[in-house]
């Protein structure tokens, strides 16, 4: 997106936590973007907060994938992830 290797660097963390919820999310609201022509830096970036006030069909988007980020929320996954596999991030004697 707007910051490209961020952005791959968190689709591709995302598919290393398997957490393919969130990912498939990501990808959807991408397109969403997309289809509104956003452009691929942040200096050009022009959809902000007052555009959803604006843009119905704006708000009404960003709002269903904000509900959905909050109920796939990574951090739970990630968690989730780490308790299954301790053996890759603690070592314990």
């Known amino acids: 997106m707007a910051q490209p290797l961020r952005w791959k660097g968190l689709l591709q963390s995302l598919k290393y936590f398997d ?28 959809v902000s907060l007052q555009d959803m006030e604006t843009d119905p069909t704006l708000h009404a988007e960003m709002s269903h994938f904000y509900h959905f980020y909050v109920e796939a929320s990574t951090w739970n996954v990630i968690t989730r992830y780490i308790r299954l596999h301790p053996e890759q991030f603690v070592h314990f004697e």
Do not use: I, K, Y
């Open 19 to 46: 957490d393919s919820e969130m990912l498939a999310l990501l990808e959807r609201t991408e397109q969403s973007l997309r289809q509104r022509n956003h452009p691929r830096s942040l200096a050009n970036f022009g």
